[in-house]
């Protein structure tokens, strides 16, 4: 995976199932909390982007889970960029447990560039030059 950038988060027991597991519907939440962050320490918020008109909303995500997550975990998100293509973003993910670096899930979400009536666009040179630096 690319350099990434990390972000620590703790499971909510209103993210786990009856048997005390993270439930598969919290991984993207996570996968989302980490792309956040890692836009956020490009300089690019989502919410200047969104002001200049720039979308991207997730076309594909996927999502491989090797062990639980439990409550109160503190777990490790590494988000980096895949690929920058003329319209489009891809983020890698990797999830592990803090405190023994176990892998807990890995993924990746693609996301087109739009803008604000949803019509695709091209990712302007200025947020393609951001994309490609180290968070």
């Known amino acids: 995976m690319p350099?990434?950038?990390?972000?620590?988060l703790r499971v909510r027991y209103a993210e786990t199932d009856q048997a005390g597991m993270a439930?598969?519907?919290?991984?993207l939440p996570w996968f989302e909390e980490g792309r956040?962050?890692?836009?956020?320490?490009?300089?690019?918020?989502?919410?200047?982007?969104e002001a200049e008109g720039i979308?991207?909303?997730?076309?594909e995500a996927f999502c491989r889970y090797w062990v639980p997550a439990r409550f109160d975990d503190v777990l490790v998100v590494e988000t980096a960029l895949d690929e920058v293509g003329g319209?489009?973003?891809?983020?890698?993910y990797?999830?592990?447990?803090?405190?023994?670096a176990v892998l807990i899930a890995e993924g990746h979400t693609l996301h087109a560039c739009?803008?604000?009536?949803?019509?695709?666009k091209r990712l302007p040179v200025e947020v393609r030059v951001l994309l490609r630096q180290q968070p």
Request: glycine share 6%; net charge positive.
């Open 87 to 92: 319209a489009s973003v891809r983020f890698g």
């Open 114 to 120: 739009v803008d604000d009536s949803g019509k695709v």
């Open 36 to 49: 956040v962050e890692y836009l956020r320490r490009l300089g690019m918020p989502y919410q200047q982007l």
């Open 3 to 8: 350099i990434a950038h990390t972000h620590t």
């Open 55 to 59: 979308h991207f909303p997730v076309r």
């Open 23 to 27: 439930h598969h519907s919290s991984f």
């Open 94 to 100: 990797r999830i592990t447990r803090q405190h023994d």
